[in-house]
């Protein structure tokens, strides 16, 4: 069965700061999504990334960078000088390509808290 | 703009009394699933659906009831609502046809069963 840990329940920095957020995963299967989405303070679900597991690079994105390392079953999202707009909750999630549902499996999020 | 509607975005109702959640996607997406989100918990699917009329269970669908009967929505029925049900769902969709393509997300509903 597939699963997704995120160990870091929350997490808190001063602003300017970078912080990397963890994701490990478990699936037996050998073709699988990665994603991480964020949640801020309005409850809405931001989609941020996707990666494929035949696809190891590593991704920047302005201020944010992810590392996918399958060695390790994880992919770990940083942000690099922190804003207080970067403060929400961050779902990691795993797709798995089963036939006909694509079905995302949640880890329990980490709340990300940037002090000004 | 490309978006996913979910109506209504509060709702406060006591036990047993049906209520229905709408969903609607402007995007001509085929998949479409419903999520629901506890404390501790993230998110867990409850049903999904491939497409006009092809639904199934996910992960939690006891006490839940979808259908597709147009491409565009995705409706999610609790016909006996208990105070389990309490929580903070959200509709998807995407594009399907196992591309397993980013998954857009309504604004949410937030249940209170009393």
């Known amino acids: 069965a597939q699963k997704v840990t995120q160990a870091q329940t929350e997490i808190s920095v001063v602003e300017k700061e970078d912080v990397t957020l963890d994701c490990v995963y478990e699936t037996r299967d050998t073709t699988y999504y990665l994603f991480w989405y964020k949640q801020p303070p309005s409850g809405e679900l931001v989609f941020l990334i996707r990666?494929?597991?035949?696809?190891?690079q590593n991704e920047i994105s302005g201020r944010y960078s992810w590392n996918f390392q399958k060695s390790t079953s994880s992919f770990n999202f940083t942000i690099t000088a922190s804003q207080v707009v970067d403060s929400a909750v961050y779902f990691c999630a795993l797709s798995e390509a089963i036939f006909g549902n694509e079905k995302l499996t949640f880890g329990t999020g980490t709340r990300l808290t940037i002090i000004p | 703009e490309a978006q996913v509607t979910q109506n209504p975005r509060y709702l406060i109702t006591v036990t047993g009394k049906k209520l229905t959640v709408t969903c609607s996607q402007n995007m001509n997406h085929e998949y479409m699933s419903w999520y629901r989100q506890d404390p501790g918990l993230g998110l867990r699917q409850i049903y999904y659906s491939m497409n006009v009329e092809v639904t199934d269970k996910g992960d939690v669908p006891e006490g839940y009831k979808v259908s597709r009967k147009e491409k565009r929505n995705f409706p999610l029925i609790l016909e006996s609502p208990s105070p389990n049900q309490t929580s903070l769902y959200f509709c998807?969709?995407?594009?399907?046809?196992?591309?397993?393509?980013?998954?857009?997300f309504g604004d949410g509903t937030r249940l209170s069963i009393l």
């Open positions: 998807a969709s995407s594009l399907g046809g196992y591309s397993n393509q980013p998954q857009h």
């Open positions: 990666r494929n597991s035949f696809d190891e």
